[in-house]
C-alpha cells in the first residue's frame, strides 16, 4: 500500500494489525487496531507523526516508500507508536526528533538513541515551520502518558491527537469517517478509552480544554479513523467519559459456581426491568470478557455486582473484576452488591463494603442469601432493586 493524502499536505501512512489478539496482551481485538502514522508535506521540509508497532514495520516501510522525511514528531512514546522510531532513524540517518523532554528521556530509554544533536526539543506553543505549512505543539501529558503531546496544523485546522479521540478496530478500506460507515468504532471508542485511557479523566478534561481554543476540521487520532463529520459526537464522548458523566443503564456483574448466585442475578434484572428500568446488562465474570465488563461498568450510572463467597473471600472473577475497577477511577454511580453463602455469612458484604470505600462511592444496598434461592429470598431481591431505584432517583450529577 502507498501513502494516501486524506486532506490537502497531509497523508496518511498508517497501518492496520489484524493479527495481534489482545493490545497492550490483555484487551481483546475482535476487529483489529490500526497504528496511525501520517506525513505532513511542506514547501521546505516533510513531518513524519509518530510511527507504529515494530510488528508491522515491513507494511509501513512500504506505505512511506520513497518519501524524503526531515522531522519525526513523537507525540507518544508508548511501544505501539514509537517501536520503529530506531528503524525510521536509521532509513533517514538526517531527521531530526521533534519531541518534548519527557519524550526526549523514553527514546533514550526505549530506542537507545542518545544523539543530542539529533534532538529537536519542544515545548507547549512551540512551532516547527515545513514551509507553507507549520507545526504547533501543544503538551498533553497523561492522555496517556506523561510526555504524551498533540500537534496542530494551524493552516489545515487538523490536529495530531495520539491515543486521545482513538478507538480500536483496524480500518476498512476508508480513513476518514466521511469515505466510510463508522458506527461499529463508537463501541470500540467506549470500550478503548475504559480500557486505555479511563484512569485519567482529569488530564483529558485538561487536554480538551486546551484544545477549545483552536479551530478543528480533523482529528487524526493513533487509533481508528481520521475524524471529521463526527468531531462534535466524538468530542463529546471523550468528554462524557472524562469527565465521568454516566448514561444511564444498569450493569450486573456476578460469579457464581452452581447457579444460585446466577439466579438471584436473574431476579434482580427481571425486577429491575419490571420498576421500568430498559437498558440492563448482564455479564458473567466467569465467561464475559474482562475489557467489555469494564467498559460497561465505566459508561453506565448503576454497577450492581453479585457473588457467591469463595474461600473466605469473593469469586476469584468477580475480585479480578473489582480490582480492574478500582485501578481506574470511578464516579457518580450508584453501587450494588449481593451474594450467596453457604456457611460464611456477612464475607461478600465485608468485601462490597471495602470495595465501595477504596473508589469512594456510597454503597446503596446490599442482601445475601444462605444456600439456594427461596421464596424470600426472591423478595429480598426485588427489595433490593427498589433501593437501588431509589438511589439512582436522588443522584445529583447528570446522568445521559
Ligand atoms: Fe496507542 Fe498509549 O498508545
Known amino acids: 500500500m502507498k501513502a494516501r493524502e486524506i486532506i490537502k499536505d497531509i497523508h ?76 525510521i532513524v536509521k532509513r533517514f540517518p538526517n531527521l531530526k526528533i521533534v519531541c518534548n523532554a519527557t519524550a526526549a528521556a523514553m527514546v533514550k530509554g526505549f530506542c537507545h538513541i542518545d544523539e543530542p544533536e539529533r534532538m529537536h526539543i519542544i515545548k507547549d506553543g512551540d512551532s516547527v515551520s515545513l514551509g507553507d505549512i507549520s507545526l504547533r505543539f501543544y503538551m498533553t501529558p497523561m492522555v496517556h502518558w506523561p510526555e504524551t503531546m498533540m500537534t496542530y496544523v494551524p493552516e489545515r485546522n487538523t490536529i495530531f491527537s495520539g491515543d486521545g479521540f482513538g478507538c480500536f478496530g483496524a480500518l476498512n478500506g476508508g480513513i476518514v469517517d466521511t469515505e466510510m460507515e463508522t458506527e461499529h468504532y463508537i463501541p470500540e471508542m467506549y470500550r478503548y478509552y475504559s480500557n486505555i485511557v479511563g484512569k485519567y479523566g482529569r ?104 457473588s457467591c ?6 469469586f476469584p472473577p468477580v475480585q479480578s473484576f473489582l480490582t480492574a475497577m478500582e485501578t481506574r477511577e470511578i464516579k457518580n454511580k450508584v453501587l450494588g452488591g449481593f451474594g450467596s453463602f ?3 455469612n456477612g464475607v461478600a458484604e ?14 446503596a444496598s446490599t442482601f445475601s442469601f444462605k444456600h439456594g434461592m427461596s421464596d424470600g429470598t426472591a423478595q429480598d431481591a426485588r427489595q433490593f432493586a427498589e433501593q437501588i431505584q431509589a438511589a439512582r ?4 450529577y447528570p446522568v445521559h
Open 12 to 87: 496518511y501512512v498508517g497501518v492496520n494489525d489484524r493479527v495481534t489478539v489482545n493490545f497492550e496482551e490483555q484487551w481483546p481485538l475482535p476487529y483489529g487496531v490500526s497504528y496511525n502514522s501520517y506525513i505532513v508535506k511542506g514547501t521546505e521540509a516533510t513531518a513524519l507523526i509518530d510511527t507504529v508497532k515494530i510488528d508491522t514495520l515491513n507494511e509501513y516501510i512500504k506505505r512511506i516508500g520513497t518519501e524524503k522525511i526531515d522531522y519525526l514528531v513523537v507525540n507518544h512514546m508508548e511501544p505501539d507508536h514509537s517501536g520503529s522510531i530506531p528503524e
Open 203 to 306: 488530564s483529558v478534561m485538561a487536554a480538551l480544554n486546551k484544545l477549545k481554543a483552536i479551530q478543528i476540521d480533523y482529528i487524526c487520532p493513533t487509533h481508528g479513523p481520521v475524524w471529521h463529520e463526527r468531531i462534535a459526537e466524538v468530542v463529546e464522548i471523550y468528554r462524557r467519559l472524562a469527565s465521568y458523566e454516566p448514561e444511564r443503564g444498569v450493569v450486573i456483574v456476578y460469579g457464581s459456581m452452581y447457579g444460585n448466585t446466577a439466579e438471584a442475578a436473574e431476579e434482580i434484572a427481571t425486577a429491575l426491568n419490571r420498576l421500568g428500568e430498559r437498558k440492563i446488562i448482564v455479564h458473567n465474570a466467569s465467561h464475559s470478557s474482562m475489557s467489555q465488563m469494564i467498559s460497561d461498568a465505566f459508561r453506565y450510572d448503576t454497577l450492581i455486582v453479585g
Open 309 to 314: 463467597v469463595y474461600s473466605m473471600t469473593l
Open 342 to 344: 453457604s456457611w460464611a
Open 350 to 363: 465485608k468485601k462490597f463494603n471495602e470495595f465501595a470505600e477504596s473508589v469512594k462511592l456510597p454503597l
Open 393 to 396: 432517583k436522588e443522584a445529583s
